[in-house]
T-cell receptor
Framework: DARVTQTPRHKVTEMGQEVTMRCQPI?????VFWYRQTMMQGLELLAY????????DSGMPKDRFSAEMPDATLATLKIQPSEPRDSAVYFC?????????????FGPGTRLTVL | QKEVEQNSGPLSVPEGAIASLNCTYS??????FFWYRQYSGKSPELIMF????GDKEDGRFTAQLNKASQYVSLLIRDSQPSDSATYLC????????????FGQGTELSVKP
């Protein structure tokens, strides 16, 4: 049963600390997405990659967030320094993009709390 | 104006009734549309997608698409309490690498 995995599942940190979230996409998928979900804003796309190349990171605060895909089995999202307003659930999703009815499958999420 | 809009609800229906969830979108370049279900504290899970005008049925779920009216809907027949969740509508814009734009979601409550 192929699934997207994310670590850690929960993270509590203090303002100013670095936070790194990791995602293992489903094997064979060529697209990886990072989302943030809050009650106020809903589900927001932060960044996404196709074949490990960044396609769009316009949804990300550039000064503190960075997303990378060092290899096909790992995507990372870093926040440095973290702020209380970054508290949210961060989801990674993966899919196979062919230009048609591409579907995305979500990981369980990382619930981040910044104090 | 948000690119994908949904009524936030909550939408309350009795068990066994038909639940109708609606979604409108503003970008006519939207190519395909997806419905995700999200239980509280869980991640979104894909229910179905539609890309052609008309109806698409999958079990108790029917997705409807009207591109002229820029309108997508999801019907859930014989609603069950286990269908109580937030339903997210998403639009895929043509030629943007699979990017999805999500609506805010509609909370559905099915009362026994």
């Amino acid at each position: 049963d192929a699934r997207v995995t994310q670590t850690p599942r929960h993270k509590v940190t203090e303002m100013g600390q670095e936070v790194t979230m990791r995602c293992q996409p489903i094997l064979g998928h060529n697209t990886v997405f990072w989302y943030r979900q809050t009650m106020m804003q809903g589900l927001e796309l932060l960044a996404y990659f196709r074949n490990r190349a960044p396609l769009d990171d316009s949804g990300m605060p550039k000064d503190r967030f960075s997303a990378e895909m060092p290899d096909a089995t790992l995507a990372t999202l870093k926040i440095q320094p973290s702020e209380p307003r970054d508290s949210a659930v961060y989801f990674c999703a993966s899919g196979w993009t062919s230009g048609g009815t591409d579907t995305q499958y979500f990981g369980p999420g990382t619930r981040l709390t910044v104090l | 104006q948000k690119e994908v809009e949904q009524n936030s609800g909550p939408l309350s229906v009795p068990e066994g009734a038909i639940a109708s969830l609606n979604c409108t979108y503003s970008d006519r370049g939207s190519q395909s549309f997806f419905w995700y279900r999200q239980y509280s504290g869980k991640s979104p899970e894909l229910i179905m997608f539609i890309y052609s005008n008309g109806d698409k049925e999958d079990g108790r779920f029917t997705a409807q698409l009207n591109k002229a009216s820029q309108y997508v809907s999801l019907l859930i027949r014989d609603s069950q309490p286990s269908d109580s969740a937030t339903y997210l509508c998403a639009a895929m814009i043509y030629n943007q690498g699979g990017k999805l734009i999500f609506g805010q979601g509609t909370e559905l409550s099915v009362k026994p």
